[in-house]
């Protein structure tokens, strides 16, 4: 059974850092690439970054582009957003997702974890 | 970056009603795109990928149409379970975009 389970969220200043991990089991997770879906509260799902399954490539949003950071420990089936600069607009639950075999679309979610960035 | 605008809003239905839910992309993406349910407080479900596949386990009451710049989410008969929001997905270009979203709610 594929899992995806999200950690590392919490409450965060303005302008400081934090790094979210996503744990996956139940597949080979270095054959898949892997991406950053986040939601702000009560809005819709705002895609963020993606990383393919080598972690040769990597892809992001205009609005994060030189502030996070995607990563991955293909050893430790870990997947990682380094976010730095954080801002109020940043405050969203962050969820990993994985790649269908046949597209790029996500065929598993994990369930989330919440960015907090507020004074 | 390729704009997804999903119509309508919110769509008022009945349990067993039809539901027909669309979404226009700014410019063409083929037939690269997905459809996904969320229900309140759970991770979104991916239900059509390349436009009119369902994906593994989803219901024969969902389906999807279209390409270029036109596609529709169907669902046949509403079942209780399908009041939810849904998220149409374009894979076709880089940055990666998500529609608003479209509530059905129960009328």
């Known amino acids: 059974e594929v899992q995806l389970l999200e950690s590392g969220g919490g409450l965060v200043q303005p302008g400081g850092s934090l790094t979210l991990s996503c744990t996956a089991s139940?597949?080979?997770?270095?054959?898949?690439?892997m991406n950053w879906v986040r939601q702000a509260p009560g809005k819709g799902l705002d895609w963020v970054s993606a990383?393919?399954?080598?972690?040769?490539?990597?892809y992001y949003a205009d609005s994060v582009k030189g502030r996070f950071t995607i990563s991955r420990d293909n050893s430790n089936n870990t997947l990682f957003l380094h976010m730095n600069s954080l801002r109020a607009e940043d405050t969203a639950v962050y969820y990993c997702?994985?790649?269908?075999?046949?597209?790029?679309?996500?065929?598993?979610w994990g369930q989330g974890t919440l960015v907090t960035v507020s004074s | 970056e390729i704009v997804l605008t999903q119509a309508p809003a919110t769509l008022s239905l009945s349990p067993g009603e039809r539901a027909t839910l669309s979404c226009r992309a700014s410019?063409?993406?083929?037939?690269?795109l997905g459809w996904y349910q969320q229900r309140p407080g759970r991770a979104p479900r991916l239900l059509i990928y390349?436009?009119?596949k369902r994906a593994t386990g989803i219901p024969a009451r969902f389906s999807g149409s279209g390409s270029g710049t036109d596609f529709t989410l169907t669902i046949s008969s509403l079942e209780p379970e399908d009041f939810a929001v849904y998220y149409c997905?374009?894979?076709?270009?880089?940055?990666?975009?998500f529609g608003q979203g479209t509530k059905v709610e129960v009328k």
């Open positions: 390349d436009a009119s």
């Open positions: 139940g597949f080979t997770f270095s054959n898949y690439g």
């Open positions: 410019q063409s993406v083929s037939s690269y």
């Open positions: 990383i393919t399954g080598g972690g040769e490539t990597t």
């Open positions: 997702a994985k790649v269908l075999t046949t597209g790029y679309y996500y065929d598993y």
């Open positions: 997905h374009q894979r076709s270009d880089w940055p990666r975009t």
